[in-house]
């Protein structure tokens, strides 16, 4: 799999789910298992890429050879991917980051009560539309997008507010695609008016694919 292409390329990639603290017990997350991104970063250092993983929790095991760093949070997330964002002329948001958090979590468990009980949620930082702002000439900055619908129009919005070359858009109710399983099917949306349909397949093999397409538009970028 070494690819003269791919050598010392270095690429940012980050993956899973994050979490989002209510009190020492409880916590919100999302369906992510951090399959989709493991494999992106699996192959793109097989490839000879030098790789930084950031990751929220998962039960994968690290990829060989990658650089690792662990979060939780969405503010954790978006804390290491600043902190190495400079020094990655490639970069793939894979991770699936809260948008939303409780707005005030405890250092204590909230013990139950009779009735309900309202959670207040505030927004996280949007990491990606940070880096879309902050990118440098050389610099590759590519987007996922999981919507149950009009995913071709957010995903064509998400280009120009994001500021990205690409969006991988997964289809997340098609039966076998998006969160968790092993397969997916994605729609790769370029910058330049591209589309480009991967059809169902396995994750390692749709990586492979979503590798291809990115390095075709580093190489024009950096012309
Ligand atoms: O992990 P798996 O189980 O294998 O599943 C893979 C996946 C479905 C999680 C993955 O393929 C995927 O689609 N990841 C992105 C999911 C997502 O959060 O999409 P979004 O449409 O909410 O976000 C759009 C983009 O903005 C993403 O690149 C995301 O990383 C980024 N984002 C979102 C919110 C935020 N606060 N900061 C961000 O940077």
Same mark, same amino acid.
């Given at each position: 799999?070494?690819?003269?292409?791919?050598?010392?390329?270095?690429?940012?990639?980050?993956?899973?789910?994050?979490?989002?603290?209510?009190?020492?017990?409880?916590?919100?997350?999302?369906?992510?298992?951090?399959?989709?991104?493991?494999?992106?970063?699996?192959?793109?250092?097989?490839?000879?890429?030098?790789?930084?993983?950031?990751?929220?929790?998962?039960?994968?095991?690290?990829?060989?050879?990658?650089?690792?760093? =662990?979060?939780? $949070?969405?503010? &954790?997330?978006?804390?290491?991917?600043?902190?190495?964002?400079?020094?990655?002329?490639? @970069? #793939?948001?894979?991770?699936?980051?809260?948008?939303?958090?409780?707005?005030?979590?405890?250092?204590?468990?909230?013990?139950?009560?009779?009735?309900?009980?309202?959670?207040?949620?505030?927004?996280?930082?949007?990491?990606?539309?940070?880096?879309?702002?902050?990118?440098?000439?050389?610099?590759?900055?590519?987007?996922?997008?999981?919507?149950?619908?009009?995913?071709?129009?957010?995903?064509?919005?998400?280009?120009?507010?994001?500021?990205?070359?690409?969006?991988?858009?997964?289809?997340?109710? =098609?039966?076998? $695609?998006?969160? &968790?399983?092993?397969?997916?099917?994605?729609?790769?949306?370029?910058?330049?008016?591209? @589309? #480009?349909?991967?059809?169902?397949?396995?994750?390692?093999?749709?990586?492979?694919?979503?590798?291809?397409?990115?390095?075709?538009?580093?190489?024009?970028?950096?012309?």
């Amino acid at each position: 799999r070494e690819n003269p292409e791919w050598h010392g390329k270095t690429m940012l990639v980050t993956a899973g789910p994050t979490r989002e603290t209510i009190d020492p017990v409880r916590y919100f997350t999302n369906r992510s298992s951090g399959k989709m991104g493991y494999a992106i970063a699996e192959e793109a250092s097989a490839r000879g890429a030098n790789v930084t993983l950031i990751s929220g929790p998962t039960n994968l095991p690290v990829p060989r050879g990658v650089n690792f760093i =662990s979060v939780e $949070s969405a503010e &954790q997330m978006r804390q290491a991917v600043y902190s190495v964002f400079q020094e990655n002329e490639m @970069v #793939i948001k894979c991770a699936a980051v809260a948008d939303y958090r409780p707005k005030n979590t405890f250092d204590q468990k909230i013990k139950k009560q009779d009735g309900e009980w309202t959670i207040e949620m505030e927004r996280t930082n949007d990491i990606l539309k940070g880096l879309g702002e902050r990118r440098t000439i050389g610099q590759t900055l590519v987007g996922f997008a999981a919507e149950s619908q009009q995913i071709e129009e957010y995903a064509k919005k998400k280009i120009v507010s994001k500021n990205v070359d690409m969006i991988v858009a997964n289809s997340i109710t =098609s039966p076998g $695609s998006g969160f &968790q399983g092993d397969t997916n099917e994605v729609t790769l949306y370029k910058r330049t008016g591209e @589309v #480009i349909l991967v059809p169902m397949d396995t994750k390692v093999e749709v990586a492979k694919r979503i590798l291809d397409e990115i390095m075709i538009i580093h190489k024009e970028i950096k012309k």
